[in-house]
């Protein structure tokens, strides 16, 4: 029997696009992300300074790397900063979120972070990077019919990832090849030396594990939680445990608004980092205020959310989901800064990944100057530099704020 919570996913009142995928895909394909929106006639897609974009207007999928900009609009940081922000919408998939800010219904957004990738040098449309929502909080989890225990056991598995362009899938398949194991894309038969990936919104996983559609999932919080207390299933490997304190999804804005409202852009950051100052030092407080007890933005109760940004406990160890304790960080961190080291890495993991598609525009792709092209480290410098206890957070080095080496380990 499916747990109630994980029906009432199915009941939320979830945003849903004006516009068809086979559409907007058709358009992709003729002009790029920029050629959809303006296609397809949504105002202000080709303008950044119309008055209307004077108000922040949020999308977000319903996930804990959204923190950031629910707390920045829910926690009055935004009003703060002098600026009107409509409340977020929330978005059921990546595609919609994605598309929804190429058509200027939105601002600001939260992206997986190699999706501004895609969309600046694949689809030639004109995103930035402003900080990072969040570090770590992400899992592997799979269901209790596969009596999996390590990644060597995912052989013959169907594993779902959020989205092709996600930390997600490098993890995942940086994990892969440690053990020896191939992933593939297949409806068919999976042997026994290979892991079948695909795509599922992250609010379709953990009913699909329960239905055994799936075998496991890897994906942001609170869904890796849910999965545990609703549908049994177990935390294979924290994504943060893996790559210690990497990035997932970044806070991204249209280049537009960074070059012509220089001023706005530098309040909303302003704010977006006031906001993971707050989220750092007050997690359990924030998990009920984005809650479904709180302003009900996440639809999952406060303890789901709770142990979502909490639970880190030596269970974890004992069952082999952390492997370095000794690398202190937390189940979920919040620091924005955009390290360039961790974009470098991006670059070099995505053209050793698996998705399906053309990503034929990697082959040319310089670590270097994506770096320095698709982030601005403008405002989010001087915001961190007027608010320093930004470096209290666990998965900053105090002494080198602006510095850090990456280090993976399976």
């Not at 194991?181 to 030396?193: E, S």
């Not at 996440?298 to 000794?326: C, E, F, N, S, W």
């Not at 410098?381 to 510095?403: C, G, H, I, M, Y």
Request: aromatic share 10%.
């Amino acid at each position: 029997m499916v747990d109630k919570d994980i029906k009432d996913l199915w009941k939320y009142e979830w945003s849903r696009s004006d516009w068809t995928r086979r559409e907007t895909l058709d358009l992709l394909a003729k002009g790029g992300l920029a050629a959809a929106a303006m296609s397809m006639g949504f105002p202000g897609a080709a303008r950044a300074s119309d008055k209307q974009d004077d108000v922040v207007r949020i999308g977000y999928l319903p996930i804990t790397d959204a923190t950031a900009l629910l707390v920045a609009h829910y926690g009055g940081f935004f009003k703060e900063e002098g600026l009107a922000s409509e409340k977020p919408v929330l978005i059921r998939s990546w595609s919609s979120l994605v598309e929804g800010f190429a058509a200027r219904k939105f601002n600001l957004v939260h992206l997986l972070k190699p999706i501004p990738v895609w969309m600046r040098y694949n689809n030639r449309f004109p995103v930035k990077i402003l900080a990072w929502a969040h570090t770590n909080g992400s899992g592997l989890v799979v269901g209790e019919h596969t009596g999996v225990k390590d990644f060597a056991g995912l052989g013959g598995t169907r594993i779902a990832v959020p989205y092709w362009y996600s930390m997600h899938n490098i993890v995942l398949q940086y994990g892969l090849r440690e053990v020896g194991l191939k992933p593939v894309i297949t409806n068919g038969p999976v042997g026994k030396d290979e892991v079948a990936l695909q795509i599922l919104p992250p609010p379709e996983m953990p009913l699909a594990l329960a239905a055994k559609k799936i075998d496991g999932y890897i994906v942001a919080e609170p869904f890796n939680a849910l999965g545990e207390l609703k549908v049994k299933a177990r935390m294979l490997r924290f994504t943060g445990d893996i790559w210690k304190n990497h990035p997932c999804c970044v806070v991204a804005a249209h280049q537009a608004d960074t070059v012509e409202r220089p001023e706005w852009t530098q309040k909303v950051v302003n704010a977006i980092v006031k906001a993971q100052i707050f989220a750092s030092q007050n997690k359990s407080e924030v998990a009920k205020l984005i809650s479904k007890d709180g302003s009900g933005a996440l639809p999952m109760p406060a303890a789901v959310v709770r142990k979502a940004m909490t639970d880190y406990g030596d269970q974890y160890v004992q069952q082999g989901a952390i492997k370095h304790r000794d690398w202190g960080n937390g189940r979920i961190d919040f620091q924005p800064w955009p390290y360039p080291s961790a974009t470098k890495l991006i670059i070099g993991a995505m053209t050793k990944t698996l998705v399906s598609g053309d990503a034929t525009f990697l082959d040319n792709l310089d670590p270097e100057f994506v770096a320095n092209d698709l982030v601005d480290y403008r405002f989010v410098r001087k915001a961190l530099q007027e608010n320093p206890s930004w470096t209290l957070d666990p998965s900053v080095d105090a002494s080198a704020p602006f510095e850090r080496k990456e280090l993976l380990s399976l």
